[in-house]
């Protein structure tokens, strides 16, 4: 497929346990972002990418998370030590660069449940 | 101060009718770009429309259009002859042009229910 995506979809885990969620990006989008979005509310800023770039990490709500992008591509959004806060849907999305204009095409999310 | 205000928690709107679905933004950047998102029940984000805060004619795309009132802050979507299909949330989100700061900043959404 052409658009961004996932994996996995869903994930059930226990507070305390660590998660991973990965985001594969729209071929040749060199901007890549973390977004999450708790029940009813709009998306929150986690994340972002760009090239070989240091991250913009300012959004992170803790350092209990972390994100890396392996070779300009894939991306892994790690949680450590998972709160029952954390239950959210983590979306990703990428574009093709930087400025006003670059649309984000976004995947369709990972909805992580914090028993 | 919020960035993004969408002030409509939720509309119910007749079929056919048009339906305009509000948002204003904060920004002391006099560059910046304004999008509006759909996010069906299926949960993806759908891109829409986009304004740029230079562009001199008001965004169109197809049904969409965005009432862009620069003076007031306002970035409002109006759809035309709504459908069924047009229930969703919508979010209107922004980009401000510090490089290096290119997150999309999100209102909180508007809830809408189209009614047979």
């Known amino acids: 497929g052409a658009g961004v995506s996932q994996s996995p979809s869903n994930k059930v885990t226990e507070k305390g346990k660590d998660v991973e969620l990965r985001c594969d990006p729209i071929s040749g989008h060199t901007a890549l972002y973390w977004y999450r979005q708790s029940l009813g509310q709009g998306l929150e800023f986690l994340i972002y990418?760009?090239?070989?770039?240091?991250?913009?990490k300012s959004g992170l709500p803790s350092d209990r998370f972390s994100a890396e992008r392996t070779g300009g591509s894939v991306s892994t959004l790690t949680i450590q030590r998972t709160q029952q806060e954390d239950s959210a849907v983590y979306l990703c999305a990428s574009s093709q660069g930087q400025g006003i204009y670059n649309e984000q095409f976004f995947g369709p999310g990972t909805r992580l449940t914090v028993l | 101060a919020q960035k993004i205000t969408q002030t409509q928690p939720g509309m119910f709107v007749q079929e056919k009718e048009a339906v305009t679905l509000d948002c204003t933004y904060d920004t002391s950047d006099p560059s910046y770009g304004l999008f509006w998102y759909k996010q069906p029940s299926s949960g993806e984000m759908i891109f829409l429309i986009y304004q740029g805060s230079y562009d001199q004619q008001n965004a169109t795309e197809g049904r969409y259009s965005l009432n862009f009132q620069k003076a007031r802050k306002s970035a409002n979507l109006v759809i035309s002859a709504s459908q069924l299909g047009d229930s969703a949330m919508y979010f209107c989100?922004?980009?401000?042009?510090?490089?290096?700061?290119?997150?999309?900043?999100f209102g909180t959404g508007t809830r809408l229910t189209i009614i047979p």
């Open positions: 989100a922004m980009r401000e042009t510090n490089f290096g700061n290119e997150k999309l900043t």
């Open positions: 990418f760009q090239g070989n770039s240091a991250p913009d």
